[in-house]
């Protein structure tokens, strides 16, 4: 048998889907996009919707670039960098947290930036550290230094543009994932075997990192009983919709789904982030009811608001372990995003029989959004990318490909987001990201089983699910 380089397959792939992503550029008037500028990209709008076969052009390309940097660096210089990667983390949190993104747009030259003395002055910060920290994000590509000590704006930061999704991933969910994840290697080389091996929501590394006995989520949480932390990690958590909402708005049959229905229920929907998401998508879609405990009213309300969507979008108050307030009272469209990753399998069942009750002889439906984790298995085999974005050609709605030969089957950065939040959620609440295996296992547990899956154009799926008539 004939050895197959790798490094020519990858790169033979990359020029493909490359070659893909121009096109679709070129077929919408787009100018390519440019790092020498501090001019934002209409792509990186995050109203811009990726057409199917550009955004499955740039995942592939993304990952055949991921795979060929991972055969040409050195893997010693990538451990060195990977033991120090926590700078460019706590960086991007410092800069939104200083608002630099703001500043820079305020430069009578946005070309040529600002000089760090004034970007100190103005953020009341110690210029040399701030220098050192914003060097370090232009060399990882986050701004542009565009001469000695002056910095720029460039397409990664207009993404941290102060109240935008990107600004509370930053800000917000980086002081959570950063302080519980930190406390995950002692954690789980705890000297107390019952805490070690523990899978309870109140023996977790967050409990070491906060010093306290109450589980991170739930109606008698830490995130409920520190004052301001559930406003915090609910604009966090919409921030990371960022990379979610689009795919989930776009991917799904939505103005379908409702023509039946009195609403579509966001349940345990945050601040509201994806309904209103969802709203701005299908202004023919009129009702959207946003439920989640009471402590989360009040941002709710301000972003719903916020929006122009108060006549559309409503907040109600509901605790999903309890009966649900609709039951009964008419049909809808039941969402469960990123809610059951929270949760042991046997409290997600739980929280499923609720929704059950009201499945229960009504049209209604339930969508669960979650990434569903795939092993990282990558082959030497497969259909080539040539052959793969052949078969997209005109094809409206969003079906991903299947990975080319050496592109692992989660096509890195797409599956890596699930990946991180898995062990975001072991840190803050001992629980996991599913497979479809698990997920299958939990859904079972609550006398239900899954009706299909929809991967979306971002790290997410949607399942239905619907009564199991033999249970
Ligand atoms: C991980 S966040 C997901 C929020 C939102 N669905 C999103 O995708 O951004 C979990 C949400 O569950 C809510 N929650 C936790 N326990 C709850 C309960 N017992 N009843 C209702 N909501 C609850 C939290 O307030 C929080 O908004």
Redesign the pocket.
């Known amino acids: 048998m004939a050895v197959v380089s790798e490094i020519s397959s990858l790169l033979e792939t990359l020029t493909t889907s490359i070659d893909v992503f121009k096109t679709e550029l070129v077929k919408q008037s787009f100018i390519e996009p440019s790092l020498m500028t501090s001019r934002p990209h209409p792509i990186d709008d995050p109203t811009y919707v990726t057409p199917p076969i550009m955004y499955e052009a740039r995942r592939l390309a993304v990952s055949a670039l991921e795979r060929l940097k991972l055969l040409l660096e050195s893997p010693s210089e990538a451990v060195a960098s990977a033991a120090v990667s926590v700078a460019e983390i706590q960086g991007l949190r410092l800069v939104a947290e200083l608002g630099i993104h703001e500043v820079l747009e305020d430069a009578s030259n946005q070309e040529e930036g600002v000089y760090i003395q004034v970007i100190a002055e103005k953020t009341k910060t110690d210029s040399l550290k701030l220098e050192g920290f914003l060097r370090l994000l232009a060399n990882a590509g986050w701004f542009r230094e565009t001469r000695p000590g002056y910095f720029a704006n460039n397409r990664r930061s207009h993404t941290l543009k102060a109240g935008s999704k990107g600004y509370y991933a930053a800000k917000n969910m980086i002081y959570y994932q950063s302080n519980g994840v930190g406390k995950l290697p002692e954690a789980m080389t705890h000297p107390d075997e019952s805490f070690r091996m523990s899978r309870s929501p109140d023996k977790t590394a967050w409990n070491l990192y906060a010093g306290t006995d109450l589980p991170f989520?739930?109606?008698n949480?830490w995130?409920q009983q520190k004052p301001g932390e559930?406003q915090k990690?609910?604009l966090g958590?919409?921030g990371?919709?960022v990379a979610s909402d689009n795919g989930v708005a776009f991917d799904i049959p939505w103005v379908d789904l409702v023509k039946d229905k009195d609403a579509i229920v966001?349940?345990?929907?945050?601040q509201g982030?994806?309904c209103c998401a969802l709203a701005a998508a299908h202004p023919e879609i009129k009702q959207f009811i946003v439920?989640?405990?009471p402590?989360?009213r009040e941002v709710a309300a301000k972003y719903i608001s916020s929006k122009g969507l108060t006549d559309r979008v409503k907040f109600e108050e509901?605790?999903?372990?309890e009966p649900n307030k609709l039951k009964g009272k008419g049909n809808y469209v039941f969402m469960l995003?990123?809610?059951l990753h929270?949760w042991s399998d046997e409290e997600g069942a739980k929280i499923l029989s609720r929704i059950r009750e009201c499945l229960e002889d009504s049209k209604s439906q339930l969508l669960i959004t979650d990434p569903i984790i795939r092993p990282v298995i990558v082959k030497g085999e497969g259909p080539s990318a040539k052959e793969s974005f052949a078969a997209l050609e005109g094809q409206p709605r969003y079906v991903p490909i299947e990975p080319p030969p050496f592109i692992p089957e989660d096509f890195g950065m797409a599956g890596r987001i699930g990946n991180q939040v898995n062990i975001g959620l072991i840190a803050s609440c001992n629980a996991f990201e599913r497979t479809y295996a698990s997920l299958e296992t939990m859904v079972r547990l609550a006398g239900m089983r899954i009706k299909g899956v929809t991967a979306t154009r971002g790290y997410v799926h949607v399942a239905e699910v619907e009564v199991d008539p033999g249970v």
Do not use: C, R
Request: proline share 0%; hydrophobic share 40%; glycine share 22%.
């Open positions: 989520f739930g109606s949480s995130l559930a990690f609910g958590m919409g990371m919709g966001d349940v345990g929907g945050g982030t994806l439920q989640d405990l402590v989360t509901q605790n999903f372990f995003t990123k809610i929270d």
